[in-house]
């Protein structure tokens, strides 16, 4: 089954505790984002990645990293976590940025 | 910088009534546009895509259009369901920023 798998779902941790949520995608696509969606500000582009070893920063890249070793994962990780970092993280992959996105299920972080 | 906004928030029917949902964006140069239906506590679904060469596309009861030029696109659905109730996101694939999201029509259809 063609899916983009996140990891964890749920996660409460506490500011500057390092964390990393894992995506994954079956489908071989180029393509993959991740992004952050908040109440009254609807889902805004984190960073993205074309390709193996090419990312770049999207709206709110600011307290995120990324990294693109493989394919098939694209992994983003907070350094030192804040309560403003507080919300439900998306991530999606595409074929080519021409076609339609597949999410995966969202993890809901909360920094205390 | 593209914006999209969505009209309206929120959109309460009865079961049966056909329905139109509205999606706005600022600058027309789109590669595409694609409609999503998110419900509660869960991910994005894809439901319909448009590339900004086309006008429209329909999948079932919805059909969506859309008119680069004047920065417009409709979501229709036929004969709502309860089924239905969902919050439906447009977003506009666009040059130099991948997609950008408007913030949501929020649909309940009441049985």
């Known amino acids: 089954e063609a899916q983009v798998t996140q990891n964890p779902r749920y996660l409460i941790t506490v500011t500057g505790k390092k964390l990393t949520v894992t995506c994954s995608q079956n489908?071989?696509?180029?393509?993959m984002s991740w992004y952050r969606q908040d109440p009254g500000l609807g889902l805004r582009q984190i960073y993205y990645?074309?390709?193996?070893?090419?990312?770049d920063k999207g709206d709110v890249p600011e307290g995120y990293k990324v990294s693109r070793k493989e394919k098939r994962n694209f992994p983003l990780i907070l350094e030192s976590p804040s309560p403003n970092q507080t919300s439900l993280y998306f991530c999606a992959s595409y074929p080519t940025r021409y076609t339609e996105a597949f999410f995966g299920q969202g993890t809901r972080l909360t920094v205390v | 910088k593209q914006e999209v906004t969505q009209i309206p928030a929120a959109l309460s029917v009865p079961e049966g009534e056909n329905l139109v949902l509205n999606c706005s964006f600022t600058d027309s140069a789109i590669y595409n546009l694609q409609w999503f239906r998110q419900d509660p506590g869960k991910g994005l679904t894809s439901l319909l895509l448009?590339?900004?060469?086309?006008r429209e596309q329909t999948s079932g009861r919805l059909n969506a259009s859309l008119d680069k030029s004047s920065g417009r696109s409709t979501l229709y659905i036929a004969a709502s369901q309860p089924g239905d109730s969902a919050t439906y996101l447009c977003a506009v694939g666009n040059y130099g920023q991948n997609f950008v999201f408007g913030p949501g029509t929020r649909l309940s259809v009441l049985p």
């Open positions: 990645s074309m390709n193996v070893e090419v990312t």
């Open positions: 489908m071989n696509h180029e393509y």
């Open positions: 448009i590339q900004s060469s086309q």
